[in-house]
């Protein structure tokens, strides 16, 4: 088993920037891929950022965040990261950390084994 553990959300005003934290433990060696997704209310999960161990730490972005965040990870920690900068009012959302054990998949909610519970992120217009 993986537990996800997500901090740093918060309120921050339009085009403010906030960091985003994911500390794994537990079955580590199962996070090859490591992705963000948010949850606004009344939307479903969708897919913000991946980065993939197996291939040297590749990432991808969703259209809507591409050139504003920035996924990165600290394998010694165990740890991911979601920086946002520019944050827009459309970003207010819940942020989850998701992992998976082999990365194949990454866009969609079902590619990952195990999630963390969220953090807030809300930005003020």
């Known amino acids: 088993q993986v537990q996800l553990v997500e901090s740093g959300g918060g309120l921050v005003q339009a085009g403010g920037s906030l960091r985003l934290s994911c500390a794994a433990s537990?079955?580590?060696?199962?996070?090859?891929?490591m992705g963000w997704f948010r949850q606004a209310p009344g939307k479903e999960r969708e897919f913000v950022a991946a980065?993939?161990?197996?291939?040297?730490?590749?990432?991808y972005y969703a259209d809507s965040v591409k050139g504003r965040f920035t996924i990165s990870r600290d394998n010694a920690k165990n740890t991911a990261y979601l920086q946002m900068n520019s944050l827009k009012p459309e970003d207010t959302a819940v942020y989850y950390c998701a992992a998976d054990p082999f990365g194949l998949e990454y866009r969609k909610p079902n590619d990952y084994d195990y999630w963390g519970q969220g953090t807030q992120v809300t930005v003020s217009s």
């Open positions: 537990g079955r580590t060696f199962s996070t090859n891929a």
């Open positions: 980065i993939i161990r197996r291939s040297g730490g590749t990432t």
